[in-house]
């Protein structure tokens, strides 16, 4: 389980995906976006708009089920992509870096590209944004939804 959580609203989300594709936009040009699914297809459509790319391909790989960490099963794979030069290979983050090893050795001339990075896959990757601890979960706008919550002298135990 994680230490601490990191919650990503859909406006941050929107901002690191463009802070992504200004960091893109000079190594391109690109034959197109290849998003990981599921994490990847919401950045993947937020840079490919930014960097006027029209063609998304996919490949799916099923590394977690919520928070549990399982063997990575590759459900799809990009069959448009070759060997992936030329393309830009795009998800929401790199963890371990257990899904980064599977898609790069199906696509391993393709620009990896990713919004956050935690240390131990961040070497996997090409272009990220934002850095977060190793033993933070990011919780992503897609998971997530607004509620109550206690104020913070109560939840600490002040009261
Ligand atoms: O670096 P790792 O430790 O491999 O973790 C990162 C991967 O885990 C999540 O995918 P997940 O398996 O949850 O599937 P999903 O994208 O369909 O939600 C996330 O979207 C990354 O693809
Ligand atoms: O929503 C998620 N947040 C994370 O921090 C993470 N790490 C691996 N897979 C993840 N999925
Ligand atoms: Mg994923």
Known sequence: MAQRY???SWDQLHRDGKALAWRLVGAG???????ITRGGLIP?????????????ETVSVVTYDEEVK?????????AAAGDGEGWLLLDDL??????ARV????LPKAHFATVYAKPA???????FVTEVSQDTWILFPWD???????????SAGGK
């Open 6 to 8: 990191y919650t990503v």
């Open 29 to 35: 040009p690109w034959k197109g976006v290849i998003a």
């Open 44 to 56: 993947a459509a937020i840079v490919a708009r930014e960097l006027d790319c029209r063609i998304i």
């Open 70 to 78: 399982g063997d990575p099963r590759i459900v799809k794979t990009a």
């Open 94 to 99: 790199v963890d371990t870096g257990t899904t």
């Open 103 to 106: 898609v790069r050795a199906m």
């Open 121 to 127: 896959g961040k070497p996997l990757v090409d272009t």
């Open 144 to 154: 997530t939804e607004q509620q109550f919550v206690p104020p913070i002298a109560r």
